[in-house]
């Protein structure tokens, strides 16, 4: 089994016992019986972080939307890179997205079940990209659900507050420097005030609903009893520790959907992988990846996460890596920004002609813009460049690595053509490997999807050593 962290003591003490049983063959028997394929909307590609063998979108055309319901998969994922978007353009995405869906759902006879995951430690467009896609969906939902436990990630929640794992210290989310995100800061750890909160006072706090620890480790009869009990367009949020109680809740879920009532979910990525019926597999190996026996690989860093800073520092030291640094206030300028792509890409070439491996990293001081939207348009340039240097490569690396969650998704997207991949797995807790499809520059090719605020120090430079040539 996958490796994962453990939960810290002073979360799970005092709360009842997990539920004794597993449930992933009863979930796999509804969503069989339901007929529905579960459709995935990230908003950065790191969402597939937790499943394999599955399809991965970069379109979302009704033809390409009819084909994959039409092979009855149980589960795609459509990337819209919406994180990256200013609220309105993530939003009128959304519509788009959800149209085409109807359109495909309608078309194709196949019935829809629809996440909006987002997860980045409660960062994304909430509530407006999830609004814009209900309206567009065409359903009448009877609640929202917010459901961000992500355990190979380190995040909890327990007695509606969210905490993020650091080492051994369990921390609420508002108190780390993910809730300081220039475009998407908040101030409320639990999660029913942070509802309120990103509302605008829409949704008052005790107008949230809480489906509890307590209720969700009674098992999966008590969590559809209060899903069939939540006041019409409420929105709930959903407590775990553990995969086993999302086991039961999702299995709560599907009975309480089997009964005809209909979710929309808002959720990270452990949700995904229950929801979809998919049991954890053991981590990648580079064999298992059957990569090129010769050739350099190449790193793209862009995140300035601090979690992103600390481990690039551990690659940089603790290998033999060739390291090119990009400037990211060159990038932003329109006159510096040619000069400095040219100079990356051509190195870079060089150097994977030579087969070393490579990585290539933004400078580490962030550059901000005057208000969210302008540092979302700064961001927007320095993500440019690197895709810019991506583009010019005229040497296939033998295996990418794209370390933050906008900067894989425009890598992937824009610098390498993808239209389809394949999930193949994790190389590590949390850290996707996609196979690229035919029509990518590279077809084939392994690529890394690291996201920016996954693992601890090393986790760069294991993925480095996991993959080199030995």
């Known amino acids: 089994m996958t490796a994962q962290p453990q939960v810290a003591v002073s979360l799970a003490s005092g ?6 049983v597993g449930l992933m063959p009863e979930i796999r028997d509804a969503i069989r019986t339901s007929g529905k394929t579960l459709v995935v909307l990230d908003d950065d590609p790191t969402g ?5 063998d599955v399809s991965v979108l970069t379109v979302w055309d009704v033809e390409s939307l009819a084909a994959m319901l039409g092979s009855g998969a149980t589960c795609f994922y459509i990337l819209t890179n919406s994180r990256s978007l200013p609220a309105a353009d993530a939003e009128r995405l ?6 085409n869906l109807r359109i495909a759902s309608e078309r194709t006879g196949r019935a829809l079940a629809v996440t909006s995951r987002s997860d980045s430690t409660l960062r994304g467009h909430f509530p407006g990209e999830v609004r814009a896609l209900e309206s567009a969906l065409g359903a009448e939902f009877d609640a929202w659900l917010l459901v961000p436990f992500f355990l190979e990630g380190g995040r909890f929640t327990v007695d509606d507050v969210h905490y993020v794992a650091e080492g051994s210290c369990f921390i609420p ?3 780390t420097p993910y809730a300081r995100d220039a475009a998407f800061g908040y101030q409320n750890s639990n999660l029913r005030a942070w509802v309120e909160e990103k509302t605008g006072g829409q949704v008052r706090a005790d107008e949230v609903v809480s489906i509890s620890l307590e209720t969700i480790r009674r098992g999966p009869e008590q969590v559809c009893e209060q ?3 939540m006041p019409r367009g409420s929105i709930g949020v959903v407590n775990a520790l553990t995969y086993r109680d999302m086991e039961s809740f999702v299995a709560g879920l599907l009975r309480a959907e089997a009964a005809g009532k209909r979710y929309l979910y808002r959720t990270a990525a452990s949700f995904v992988r229950v929801r979809a019926g998919i049991e954890a597999r053991p981590l990648l190996s580079a064999h298992d990846l059957a990569l090129p026996a010769k050739g350099g690989g190449l790193f793209v860093v862009g995140s300035y996460v601090p979690k992103t800073t600390a481990q690039l520092e551990m690659l940089l030291t603790h290998t033999d890596i060739a390291a090119i640094e990009i400037q990211a206030s ?3 300028d329109e006159t510096s920004a040619e000069g400095e792509i040219q100079r990356v890409a051509a190195t870079v070439n060089r150097l994977l002609e030579a087969g070393r491996d490579v990585v290539v990293y933004t400078s ?8 969210p939207a302008h540092s979302l348009h700064l961001g927007s340039r320095v993500s440019q460049g690197l895709i810019d240097v991506v583009r010019r490569l005229t040497v296939q690396p033998r295996y990418l690595v794209a370390k933050g969650g906008i900067t894989s998704s425009d890598v992937a997207t824009q610098g390498l053509g993808v239209q389809r991949a394949t999930v193949a797995g994790q190389i590590l807790p949390g850290v996707p490997v996609w196979v690229l499809g035919e029509e990518s520059r590279f077809p084939g090719a392994a690529y890394v999807v690291f996201p920016g605020n996954v693992g601890n120090e090393n986790s760069l430079a294991l993925v480095f050593k996991a993959l080199r040539l030995a």
Do not use: F
Request: net charge positive; charged share 20%; hydrophobic share 40%.
């Open 15 to 20: 709360q009842p016992p997990e539920y004794p």
């Open 48 to 52: 597939t972080q937790t499943v394999h």
């Open 94 to 99: 959304n519509r788009e997205i959800g149209t």
């Open 173 to 175: 989310a508002a108190k």
């Open 227 to 229: 899903l069939m009990a």
């Open 330 to 332: 060159l990038l932003v």
């Open 364 to 371: 580490r001081a962030l550059v901000r813009g005057s208000d």
